[in-house]
């Protein structure tokens, strides 16, 4: 697929903590390596030094397997934060360029939907480091906690989210619905510029 996909000139990402599948995929064509784990596992770090893709950095509290059994933080936005402040710097220290990194402060990873809330309350915190935020919300759980929709009902919820999520300052947002989020986002973008000018 990545093979096939690579001929059409844009970006593409491959979520994977496991470094041999960074490494076949990067060898299909991928440009990002989005990691959950954030380049921890063995081998992962050295590998996208070793290649010019881009890399995102994403903070999960415990395992995919534990991640929500009683999360808890004393500060989530600064301790996320300064995880992500790590990562980073250990990035660059094994030689992956600034520019190439994006950081993901982990919505629904470990994070109770207070925490989640006040991540997206506190994203300007994240912005400040100066690397791109990437925010993924989409059709999260979060969503239907606050509207009581099922998955398949929270298209407007999780347009919401992402406009909410640019607002404070996410460089990327990852969804499911990408006509609408694209389209409400145009819409915004306009109406933000139009209020920034007057």
């Not at 919401?160 to 300052?169: E, F, P, S, T, Y």
Request: charged share 20%.
């Amino acid at each position: 697929v990545i093979e096939a996909l690579r001929e059409l000139d844009v970006p593409l990402s491959i979520d994977s903590f496991k470094p041999q599948v960074m490494r076949a995929a990067l060898s299909a064509g991928a440009t990002l390596i989005n990691d959950i784990n954030a380049l921890r596992a063995p081998g992962a770090l050295e590998l996208a030094a070793a290649s010019d893709a881009a890399v995102c950095l994403m903070h999960m509290q415990g395992t995919p397997q534990t991640m929500q059994d009683n999360p808890a933080y004393q500060d989530v936005v600064a301790e996320v934060g300064a995880f992500l402040a790590e990562r980073s710097a250990a990035c660059m220290a094994a030689g992956i360029a600034r520019e190439r990194i994006v950081i993901d402060p982990g919505f629904g990873f470990g994070k109770t939907p207070g925490h989640n809330l006040q991540l997206l309350h506190g994203l300007d915190r994240l912005v400040a480091s100066g690397h791109p935020v990437l925010v993924g919300l989409s059709r999260k759980s979060l969503l239907g906690k606050l509207t009581g929709r099922k998955v398949s009902e929270r298209v407007a919820a999780s347009v919401a989210a992402a406009i909410a999520a640019v607002a404070r300052g996410a460089a990327i947002v990852r969804v499911h619905d990408v006509a609408a989020t694209r389209d409400a986002l145009a819409v915004w973008c306009v109406a933000a510029k139009s209020n920034n000018q007057g």
